[in-house]
Each structure stands twice: as structure tokens, then as C-alpha cells.
């Protein structure tokens, strides 16, 4: 059963930085492109990030206008785990961070429709 499983949401002070983990089971995902997503109170589930594979494009990444160069996301294919850095947090970055997968011959995706594995979410708040 293809699990995967987010960590390290919690309540950080507006201007903190939080690290998200995704770790991966059930199958290797390493030839999987990853995903970070976030869904806020009241507002549609929105892309944050993605990484593709190692092997093909060498670790490319994308990102939403909305946190580039604050957010950092990587992977560690021998951990079956993928992480998102939160830098630089604001109030409008509090939200269900979920994780996702999809196969990287589709490329790097911002469509939530494009991913067929998903995690449960974790919550991350963000206070004065």
C-alpha cells in the first residue's frame, strides 16, 4: 500500500521558518516527481512546489510566485522522503500542507490533478 506520510507542521511565529517532511512507503518514489501543496480555511487546495527525479533533469524544481525564494523543496531518494523549508513564514502561508506524487514522465506539475498519491496533511500556523 503506497502511503505517503507529511511531519513537522506546527505553530511558528510569522517571520520563522518550519521544515516539512514527506516520507514515502510502500513503494519507491524516487522516479516519482513530488509535490507540495497547501489548502487554506475557506480557499481551494493551491500548488506550492514541485521537484522532479534525479535522474532525468537533474532535481528540477518549480515553485508558486507566492513563496519563491522563501521555500526550499528537496528530496533524499536513499530516505524516500521529500522536505519543503519554509522560510521568511506569513500569515497568508497558514494552511494544510499536503504532499504528493506522480509519475515524472508527466513532468513538473502545478495541477492537483495531475498527481495520484496524496498524504494526509499537516497543519501549519502562523502567529504574531
Known amino acids: 500500500q503506497e502511503q505517503l506520510v507529511e511531519s513537522g507542521g506546527g505553530l511558528v511565529q510569522a517571520g520563522g521558518s518550519l521544515r516539512l517532511s514527506c516520507a514515502a512507503s510502500g513503494r519507491t518514489f524516487s522516479t516519482y516527481a513530488m509535490g507540495w501543496f497547501r489548502q487554506a480555511p475557506g480557499k481551494e487546495r493551491e500548488f506550492v512546489a514541485a521537484?522532479?527525479?534525479?535522474?532525468?533533469?537533474?532535481?528540477?524544481?518549480v515553485y508558486a510566485d507566492s513563496v519563491k525564494d522563501r521555500f526550499t523543496i528537496s528530496r533524499d531518494n536513499a530516505k524516500n522522503t521529500v522536505y519543503l523549508q519554509m522560510n521568511s513564514l506569513k500569515f497568508e502561508d497558514a494552511a494544510v500542507y499536503y504532499c504528493a506524487a506522480t509519475p515524472s514522465w508527466r513532468g513538473l506539475q502545478r495541477g492537483m490533478n495531475a498527481y495520484e498519491y496524496w498524504g494526509q496533511g499537516t497543519q501549519v500556523t502562523v502567529s504574531s
Open positions: 521537484i522532479n527525479w534525479s535522474g532525468w533533469s537533474g532535481g528540477r524544481t
